[in-house]
């Protein structure tokens, strides 16, 4: 799923996201759908991760990945039972050895529920860089 050494996530053959990541980069692929950049970046097609099914969403900030967002759809969850995707989505981390709030010098992973929203999500931020 992730490389934890450099924060780089193969979604597929097609998509890699690395923490230099920019928006012109996203704007070259097929999943490109006049999207601007500004408001968050849903993946139409759910896409398969380490044979696990996921919805995905990207979030730029100054043009350059700010995070990613993983939703494992693989199991429905009704609305009141929500909060168990957060378990499953702490399981898949641990899978990998990372815990449900992982800090890396590339940046963060965390595993959360939102109660407002009532949405469990895996989360990947980048400390990204200034550009020169």
């Not at 010098?105 to 965390?110: A, Y």
């Not at 990947?124 to 860089?129: D, R, V």
Request: net charge negative; proline share 0%; with cysteine.
């Amino acid at each position: 799923m992730i490389n934890t050494d450099n924060g780089n996530i193969r979604i597929n053959d097609e998509l890699m996201i690395t923490s230099e990541y920019t928006f012109e980069d996203f704007r070259k692929t097929r999943f490109y759908k006049n999207q601007d950049g500004i408001r968050i970046v849903y993946l139409e097609e759910k896409q398969m991760i380490d044979g696990r099914e996921y919805m995905v969403s990207l979030f730029f900030r100054n043009k350059r990945i700010y995070s990613v967002s993983l939703i494992c759809c693989d199991e429905q969850y009704s609305e009141k039972n929500e909060y168990k995707r957060k378990e499953r989505h702490d399981n898949i981390l641990s899978e990998y050895g990372i815990s449900e709030k992982g800090e890396f010098d590339w940046g963060r992973i965390e595993s959360g529920y939102d109660a407002r929203g009532n949405v469990s999500s895996i989360d990947i931020f980048y400390y990204n860089k200034k550009i020169l």
